[in-house]
């Protein structure tokens, strides 16, 4: 019975840092990344693993749980405006690049130090988004493939939304196109159909094929009836003929 309560109390331990990881992360997504990944960034993949059965019995990995929810924190923290000094007591960076700059070197080390682990895969899935950021876009695609090709099929999904995001970035948009519908072939936990599906038919538009995404938000719309997924879609349609 002891065993058992120091399990359960380990278990719980873990999915307090991790959600709490996903809150900060889920806050710095929506305030300052401009496409969809932010909108899923840690909030599911960490919730999702977390909660799919991925416990940390040693007290490293407790550690670099710990570790991770300190990085995201930081990779959160707000930015001062240009020509503001900081202000004693809050925490915040001077531009986005010295923010980005501090939270990779986090979650680098959580890399480095515990290189066996889980956390260790989120981390570095954590760079990679740290490293578009930073406009190093080589280092940005190698961690997020890594990421990408994870035998984790949420993370996996994480790793090639976010990827096909720095694709289009770069202009390489059959690279990109090609990735949202693998996603939509395959979709997971952390990257739905509808949220793929949705993500693509905006890339058409931004590429002038106007029936390329009427034809993706129909069939939102039909396949999620009564959905926030279809809600957007119509709406976005809707945009389309004005």
Known sequence: MRAETRH???????????????????HWSVEHQSKIIAA???????AAIGFGGWYYASQQDEKASAELSTAVRTFETPVRPAGVPAQPGFDSF????????????????????YPRTHTADMARYFVGLASEQ???????????QEAANSSNSNLAALG?????????????????VDLYKKLIDKPAITVSKATAQLELAGFYVTQQ????????YDQVVKENPNSEAASIAQRRETALKQ
């Open 40 to 46: 899923v960034i840690a909030v599911v993949v960490i």
């Open 94 to 113: 001077a531009s986005p690049q010295e923010r980005a700059t501090a939270a990779r070197k986090q979650f680098q080390e959580i890399i480095d130090k």
């Open 8 to 26: 359960q109390l380990k278990q719980d331990r873990f999915s307090r840092v991790t959600l709490e990881a996903a809150e900060n992360a889920a």
């Open 160 to 176: 090639k939304f976010a990827l096909a995001a720095l694709y289009r970035e770069q202009n390489k948009d059959q690279q990109a």
């Open 134 to 144: 930073l406009r190093d876009y080589p280092a940005a695609e190698r961690d997020l």
């Open 209 to 216: 094929k106007p029936d390329e995404a009427k034809k993706i």
